[in-house]
């Protein structure tokens, strides 16, 4: 036997999330049900705002629901730094530490040559354009400590270098309350390498 | 820094689905963005649908999109049969097996005296009213085999045996495939009880 149809399609509609499986689907499409109408009213209306109010910052990339963003026309904020993060979730992780007052560049994607994604295919050149009136003079490369991170942050560091700019990027080292026991070799590796005088 | 407020929002309808925390939720509300315009107009649509065109059966209390549901409409099944769960899960969990052929009760819950859930909270009185006419000779109590689900069909079995209704409840023992080092003591103990002659 089958799920009445109404109930069928939100399943198939909740699945098609990432890291959603069907039973997880079936769960969450049963706890809708029982949910109250207004609260689903709600939610419908939320999916529904945020493909539609969101749109990305013409500066820098961030997702924004009023274009420029709020950091590209914040005055105060220093003009000559600028964080280039993979994504508006890394935005929102650097601001909440409250530390980086600069500008920041959102690239959408990192360079993967193992998925196929070139430096064509994510947000580069508007970054460029952004360093050509001379005013910025470090950039710093905060993507993932990844192999597509490092690919990425290789790529610019390359391109921006010969043009005068600083370009720096993230430590590597030990995690903060992590053990030396269970740290990866390549980690170790480089806590060492840039260890800090005390 | 906070998220744009209409990806906040989304992020509070998915974090109020049951087992989705902060993280998740704000995973899931950015991927809804790069979803296509039509696939997330769909989800919304099906949300609504959902909460919109389901009901419970009159008859069974089985969540439906046509009252009385299919399975009450269906004559060819055993009307001598009932079935008793609690939720419209389960019903389909048992007609998947495709064993049985009677009908369904579904509860819509189970007693739960630790919660303050009390027979009159559950869809119990309507599956009294069924046995009313006399047809249906046996009903076999499928509640879960945790504490609640023994209270309800120990409920359950008090209040029809004494109309003359034979009571059955689903066997107790290993499950198919596990391993008698890891049953618990309980489930060893019912296996032993009821153990089959080969």
Known sequence: MLYPTPIAKLIESYSKL??????????????????EDEEVAEFAKNLLAAKRELTYCAICGNLTDDDPCAICRDETR??????????????????NIQEYHGRYHVLGGLISPMNGVSPDDINLKSLISRLMDGQVTEVIVATDATAD???????????????????????????????IEYADEVTLLRAIENRTEL
Request: positive net charge.
């Open 18 to 35: 990432p890291g959603i499986g069907k039973k997880t689907a079936t769960r969450l499409a049963f706890h809708t049900i029982s949910m």
């Open 78 to 95: 220093d003009e000559t730094q600028i964080l280039v993060v993979e994504d508006s979730r890394d935005v929102t992780a650097m601001e």
């Open 149 to 179: 991170g490092e690919a990425t942050s290789m790529y610019i560091s390359r391109i921006l270098k010969p043009a005068g700019i600083k370009v720096t990027r993230l430590a590597r080292g030990l995690a903060v309350g992590s053990d």
